[in-house]
Nanobody, 129 residues
Framework: QVQLVESGGGLVQAGGSLRLSCGAS????????VGWFRQAPGKEREFVAA????????YYADSVKGRFTISRDNAKNTVYLQMNSLEPVDTAVYYC??????????????????????WGQGTQVTVSS
């Protein structure tokens, strides 16, 4: 099992940027596919972005496509979510999630919460108008 820790959240004005980090301990994140999800008050957790174990495949929710970028640095055991052109509707707690991926599925990414076994505690992102 890997322990995931998100960081980088905060308060930002609309149009601003933040970079979230998902760090890992216990296991190397390089063997995991990783996803970012978010949950706003009173709403269900929703998918934001995903990256495959290899890093060669990524996928984004339509609501963030063109504004957010997911990437990974295996040397630093970290996955990032660069968020640009933030909008008040992006306000939520952001979670990273990990799923161990076999080498033969290293280009697969996963979109649904139940497909991930390991979760971080979340980091708050607040975008003011």
């Amino acid at each position: 099992q890997v322990q995931l820790v998100e960081s980088g959240g905060g308060l930002v004005q609309a149009g601003g940027s933040l970079r979230l980090s998902c760090g890992a301990s216990g296991r190397t994140l390089s063997t995991y596919a990783v996803g970012w999800f978010r949950q706003a008050p009173g709403k269900e957790r929703e998918f934001v972005a995903a990256i495959s174990r290899s890093g060669d495949s990524t996928y984004y929710a339509d609501s963030v496509k063109g504004r957010f970028t997911i990437s990974r640095d295996n040397a630093k055991n970290t996955v990032y979510l660069q968020m640009n052109s933030l909008e008040p509707v992006d306000t939520a707690v952001y979670y990273c999630a990990g799923r161990r991926a076999a080498a033969y599925s290293s280009d697969n990414y996963y979109l649904r919460p139940y497909e991930y076994a390991d979760w971080g505690q979340g980091t708050q992102v607040t975008v003011s108008s």
